[in-house]
């Protein structure tokens, strides 16, 4: 898996037209969705402008690079996919803020017990969320929101965990084949 990502962030970072971004892009990648987020330059506002300009500018420059940009994204998630098998969503950052356009919303399979269930029927009841689906998916912005360090530490640990599996006694021998497990 570290090999398949690290093999598509290098193929992205080559693919990627250098004026796009004032840095190398943020990459994210997961199951079904690589995730391409860039920064643009800032806004140049001349001396005077009051600050109301700034966020109809920010908004102007992310929908020229979305508009001029736009087959050339098609093109690079388009191959992405095909070499890859991943769709390709892409997102945008101006000064504080950022925008995503093109981005997945993937279905996700559980198996919940009735407590569980009631805790969704709650908020679709008291009108939080419109659906059960909903619902969940509030519960877990929820919790990335508020155990967002704890959640990263798992993933760090994740990150070794896959180094040091590398690094194993499997590791010179291959996968394991028939007979040897």
Do not use: N, Y
């Amino acid at each position: 898996m570290k090999a398949d990502t690290e093999e598509l962030r290098g193929w992205l970072l080559g693919r990627l037209p250098e004026s796009w971004f004032t840095a190398a892009p943020e990459i994210t990648i997961d199951r079904e969705e690589i995730l391409v987020l860039g920064d643009l330059p800032a806004v140049d506002l001349p001396g005077g402008t009051t600050p109301v300009a700034a966020a109809p500018a920010r908004e102007a420059r992310v929908r020229r690079f979305r508009e001029e940009t736009r087959p050339e994204r098609i093109a690079i998630a388009q191959e992405a996919a095909q070499r890859f098998g991943r769709r390709v969503s892409w997102g945008v950052a101006v000064g504080e803020g950022r925008q995503l356009f093109t981005t997945l919303s993937v279905p996700v399979m559980t198996r919940l017990r009735m407590a569980d269930r009631r805790v969704l029927d709650t908020l679709v009841d008291a009108g939080v969320a419109r659906s059960r689906s909903d619902a969940l998916a509030w519960c877990v912005r929820l919790v990335g929101q508020h155990q967002q360090e704890w959640i990263e530490s798992l993933r760090q640990a994740l990150t070794h965990v896959e180094v040091v599996r590398a690094q194993g006694p499997d590791a010179r021998r291959g996968p394991p084949g028939p007979g040897r497990a």
